[in-house]
């Protein structure tokens, strides 16, 4: 039988949109059904065998669409396969080494008992939303810190379980 995976995701400018895009075309490529939602808007889980939850980081705090997702399924989320992404640091360091997850992540991995959680770079590009992405790009702090194969290894680790 397919299984049926949800990619939802809290993002603010797009980056995290995304990557969770790219990971649902991974699943898909590994013979799954894998569609990548807001996750503002997705109503329920129990249409989907395994859930993935992404977002992106600001000011060390998951994005609040994220956030706000886990909580209010936490019980669905418990009852199935669990991974969790954040995206966010703006340099290379997310793609040079393992970095942990920020408390509030961390805190909902244990909670959820998540499969596994990565942080990958972020992307912030002139025409981000908001006073602090400006000043940011203003500094030539921004760019694009996203490693597409680091991220196509991760989902295809997760087809691979979710096949077996």
Do not use: Q
Not at 5 to 15: C, E, K, M, Q, R
Not at 22 to 27: D, G, K, N, P, Y
Request: net charge positive; charged share 25%; proline share 4%.
């Amino acid at each position: 039988m397919m299984k049926n995976v949800l990619i939802a995701y809290g993002t603010t400018n797009g980056s995290t949109a995304e990557i969770a895009e790219f990971v649902a075309e991974v699943l898909r490529g590994d013979g799954l059904r894998a569609e990548a939602l807001p996750a503002r808007s997705v109503s329920g889980v129990a249409s989907y065998d395994a859930v993935v939850v992404g977002g992106g980081l600001y000011a060390g705090r998951w994005h609040k669409d994220a956030r706000r997702f886990v909580r209010h399924h936490r019980k669905a989320l418990s009852e199935r396969p669990l991974w969790l992404f954040s995206s966010g640091p703006l340099d290379p360091s997310a793609s040079e080494r393992d970095l942990p997850p920020v408390p509030g992540v961390k805190k909902a991995m244990t909670g959820l008992d998540a499969t596994d959680h990565v942080t990958f770079g972020g992307c912030l590009k002139e025409g981000a939303k908001g006073w602090v992405a400006w000043m940011i790009i203003r500094n030539g702090k921004g760019g694009d810190f996203r490693d597409f194969e680091r991220i196509e290894a991760w989902a295809a680790r997760i087809g691979r379980e979710l096949r077996s």
